[in-house]
Structures are given as structure tokens and as C-alpha cells.
């Protein structure tokens, strides 16, 4: 199962992600200095905020379980 991964262009550092498995939040600053990988899960284009997202550690969960 593949993934998009969250592009730093348009993240600002006050920015708060959540991850749909874990409920961890992150910030748009992890996102911006490389820190953490957020994938997306299923787009909102209209507000991008909205979209569905999870974080790197519970990516790989996924994928391992392929």
C-alpha cells in the first residue's frame, strides 16, 4: 500500500498534523527540518488541513503487515 508523502512546500511551522492510527500530533516545524515523514492518507484539496494523515512509525506498521 503506497502512500503520498506530506511535501514541506506550504507547511508553516504552527501547523498540527494527526496521525489517524496513533492520535499523535506533530507540528509543521518536524515536517519543515526533515524530522518526520507524514504520509497521506486520503486528500482534502479543498483544505488541505483536513486531510487524513499518518505518521512514519505507523506507516511502516502498515506496510509490514503486507
Not at 506507516?59 to 503486507?66: G, I, L, N, T
Amino acid at each position: 500500500m503506497s502512500a503520498a508523502i506530506l511535501s514541506p512546500k506550504g507547511v508553516t511551522e504552527d501547523m498540527r498534523f494527526y496521525c489517524r492510527d496513533c492520535d499523535h500530533t506533530y507540528c509543521g516545524e518536524q515536517v519543515l527540518d526533515g524530522s518526520l515523514d507524514l504520509f497521506i492518507i486520503k486528500e482534502d484539496k479543498a483544505n488541505p488541513l483536513n486531510s487524513i494523515f499518518r505518521c512514519h512509525l505507523c506507516q511502516e506498521d502498515v506496510e509490514d503487515s503486507y
